[in-house]
């Protein structure tokens, strides 16, 4: 019996990938670094700011000292402006709200830092998630299963209980390392074929094609 949604964040609740790209572009700018198309990003985000920013790096420069000279760029802008361009997909808000409604419980699990996950998940969805489970110092970062088991266990639901949602193929990833049933969304930045190369057990095409999902396992 399905009681939870995880859910992942960038890609699958918010599209940020302008703000993103904005913060990261300029801070390659002002070291002098080229910069990329707003699309480029799609396969850049995912696996935290670091990864985000190593991998917008030219390949000779893809080390820690350099990473972290431009994230302390990226934050405070970012910080600020993380809202800019950002907004839910379409019919995601109604999703999570019939979702509450019919007494599920939901959750964001995101590789976000964690003061960032709550500023952008609030200010596009209110408080209406039951946790909101970002990047913390000390717990690796998705597809390893940590972060979703940890925020399982403080919402007192096992993995079997639970889908977890995403748009990569690291979401669905963390999704089948944890146990919780994997389903790939294709509203995102990714594609079908990395989704279930990853091992996503189902795939939607819309947000509502979830609730008619979650009713058919819970036959």
Same mark, same amino acid.
């Given at each position: 019996?399905?009681?939870?949604?995880?859910?992942?964040?960038?890609?699958?609740?918010?599209?940020?990938? /302008?703000?993103?790209?904005?913060?990261?572009?300029?801070?390659?700018?002002?070291?002098?670094?080229?910069?990329?198309?707003?699309?480029?990003?799609?396969?850049?985000?995912?696996?935290?700011?670091? &990864?985000?920013?190593?991998?917008?790096?030219?390949?000779?420069? $893809?080390?820690?000292?350099?990473?972290?000279?431009?994230?302390?760029? *990226?934050?405070?802008?970012?910080?600020?402006?993380?809202?800019?361009?950002?907004?839910?997909?379409?019919?995601?808000?109604?999703?999570?709200?019939?979702?509450?409604?019919?007494?599920?419980?939901?959750?964001?699990?995101?590789? &976000?830092?964690?003061?960032?996950?709550?500023?952008?998940?609030?200010?596009?969805?209110?408080?209406? *998630?039951?946790?909101?489970?970002?990047? $913390?110092?000390?717990?690796?970062?998705?597809?390893?299963?940590?972060?979703?088991?940890?925020?399982?266990?403080?919402?007192?639901?096992?993995?079997?209980?639970?889908? *977890? /949602?995403?748009?990569?193929?690291?979401?669905?990833?963390?999704?089948?390392?944890?146990?919780?049933?994997?389903?790939?969304?294709?509203?995102? *930045?990714?594609?079908?074929?990395?989704?279930?190369?990853?091992?996503?057990?189902? /795939?939607?095409?819309?947000?509502?094609?979830?609730?008619?999902?979650?009713?058919?396992?819970?036959?």
């Amino acid at each position: 019996m399905i009681k939870a949604v995880l859910f992942d964040l960038d890609g699958t609740l918010a599209d940020s990938l /302008i703000d993103l790209a904005d913060g990261v572009n300029r801070a390659l700018v002002q070291k002098g670094y080229p910069t990329h198309p707003v699309d480029a990003f799609k396969y850049f985000v995912g696996d935290g700011i670091p &990864k985000m920013i190593e991998r917008a790096l030219p390949e000779s420069d $893809r080390n820690a000292d350099t990473v972290n000279e431009l994230k302390n760029i *990226f934050l405070p802008y970012y910080g600020v402006h993380y809202a800019d361009n950002t907004y839910a997909y379409a019919g995601c808000p109604e999703l999570v709200s019939t979702l509450k409604q019919k007494g599920f419980i939901v959750a964001v699990v995101t590789n &976000k830092d964690q003061i960032m996950a709550n500023e952008v998940v609030t200010s596009l969805y209110g408080n209406v *998630f039951d946790l909101i489970f970002g990047k $913390r110092d000390g717990i690796p970062a998705k597809p390893d299963p940590t972060a979703a088991l940890m925020a399982m266990e403080q919402l007192g639901v096992k993995p079997h209980e639970c889908v *977890f /949602i995403g748009d990569s193929g690291m979401d669905v990833a963390t999704a089948v390392n944890s146990g919780a049933v994997p389903v790939g969304e294709l509203w995102g *930045f990714r594609q079908r074929d990395e989704l279930l190369a990853n091992g996503a057990k189902y /795939i939607i095409s819309e947000p509502k094609e979830l609730l008619d999902l979650i009713e058919e396992l819970n036959k």
